[in-house]
Every structure is written in structure tokens, then in C-alpha cells.
């Protein structure tokens, strides 16, 4: 799945979760106490992880970091794997587009 994922990225460029028609739920990577890490960005061997407080009254992030996908749990990975196929499949249509 990661070499995929990989291939995938290679091939189209990187991508956010915000560039991605009617996807707007990011992948949680995990929480502490009131915070949540979500997945939202995505580049060839990683993510970076945005962390957020769900009731604080802003939508920045309180942080983030990297997280190699290979340290991720599985169910994550299948559901990037899943977002970037759709990158894949937006990206190719993008090209039909433009080549018409």
C-alpha cells in the first residue's frame, strides 16, 4: 500500500486533503486528552500531521509534524492509499482536460 501511495505521489505531486473534490475528513492519526492529529497533507514516504483541540475556537493547528506512513496503523494507510487514488483519478482528469 505505501509503495502506492509512493508511486502515486511521485507521478502526480504532493496533495492536501483540501484539494481533493467532496473529501473533507481527514484521517486520525491519533489523540491525546483533547487534542487529535489529523493526517492532511501528503508527500512521497509521509504525512504531515496537523494537530488540533476540537473545542478550542479556532481552526489552526496547535501543531504539527511528520509521521512516515510506514509507523502508521493499517487502517490508516488504507485510507490514504484510498485518498490518493482519488488524487490520481482528479489528476488525471485535470490532464484530459487541458490535453482537449
Do not use: T
Not at 29 to 53: D, P, R, W
Not at 77 to 96: N, Q
Request: proline letters at 3%; one cysteine or more; charged letters at 30%.
Amino acid at each position: 500500500m505505501i509503495n502506492r501511495i509512493n508511486a502515486i505521489i511521485k507521478e502526480h505531486g504532493s496533495f492536501s486533503i483540501g484539494e481533493l473534490d467532496y473529501e473533507d475528513c481527514s484521517p486520525c492519526v491519533g489523540e491525546l486528552g483533547s487534542y487529535v492529529g489529523l493526517a492532511e497533507y501528503f508527500k512521497v514516504g509521509k504525512a504531515q500531521v496537523n494537530v488540533y483541540m476540537p473545542s478550542g475556537f479556532s481552526s489552526d493547528p496547535e501543531d504539527e509534524y511528520d509521521m512516515d506512513y510506514i509507523d502508521m496503523e493499517k487502517y490508516i494507510v488504507e485510507e490514504i492509499l484510498r485518498l490518493a487514488e482519488l488524487w490520481e483519478v482528479d489528476s488525471l482528469k485535470s490532464e484530459e482536460r487541458i490535453s482537449n
